[in-house]
């Protein structure tokens, strides 16, 4: 189910500008947002997407791989490297689940519950990065999380 415009499209020559496309957009403003959390994160000894996967597990601790991989929308290939760096750096274990070994179980240890303290300083720097107050980048946040539902919900149409 294809929805059409609400209103009359610019013609082609207009909408195939580069800096009229969303999703070029969304994919600098990624990558500026990425580059911009690096020195944040170096000093807690974290790439991004480890700091994703803690941020979920300073949620919910005990949670299976699984559903950390929905969560973050991440599959099992790029999930299993990111969980074996942050137990080699000490920060989570995995265990089999006693009551259904195919699920395997995500515990931070001491120290990685620890490091949520320290992480603490992110946020705040991001606030201040954006040059937006606290409102404008919760709408923000809210818009973006309804544009990924409605094109993840039109991908799934299409795909059938």
């Given at each position: 189910m294809v929805k059409t415009a609400s209103q009359p499209l610019p013609p082609a020559s207009e909408m195939l500008k580069l800096d009229h496309q969303l999703c070029f957009a969304l994919y600098s403003a990624s990558?500026?947002?990425t580059?911009?959390?690096k020195p944040l994160l170096d000093p807690l000894n974290l790439t991004y997407p480890q700091y994703i996967a803690m941020?979920?597990?300073?949620?919910r601790d005990g949670i299976t791989v699984s559903e950390l991989g929905q969560r973050l929308?991440?599959?099992?290939?790029?999930?299993?490297?990111?969980?074996?760096?942050?137990?080699?750096n000490g920060l989570v274990t995995r265990q089999r689940d006693s009551v259904d070994e195919r699920r395997v179980l995500l515990h931070l240890t001491s120290t990685g519950r620890a490091l949520k303290s320290r992480a603490a300083k992110v946020p705040p720097e991001v606030v201040c990065a954006a040059n937006c107050t606290i409102d404008?980048?919760?709408?923000l946040t809210r818009r973006l999380k309804s544009l990924r539902d409605e094109i993840q919900n039109y991908s799934d149409a299409v795909a059938g």
């Open positions: 990558l500026a947002m580059k911009m959390y941020l979920v597990l300073w949620e929308q991440l599959d099992s290939g790029t999930l299993t490297p990111l969980l074996k760096r942050l137990e080699g404008e980048l919760a709408s």
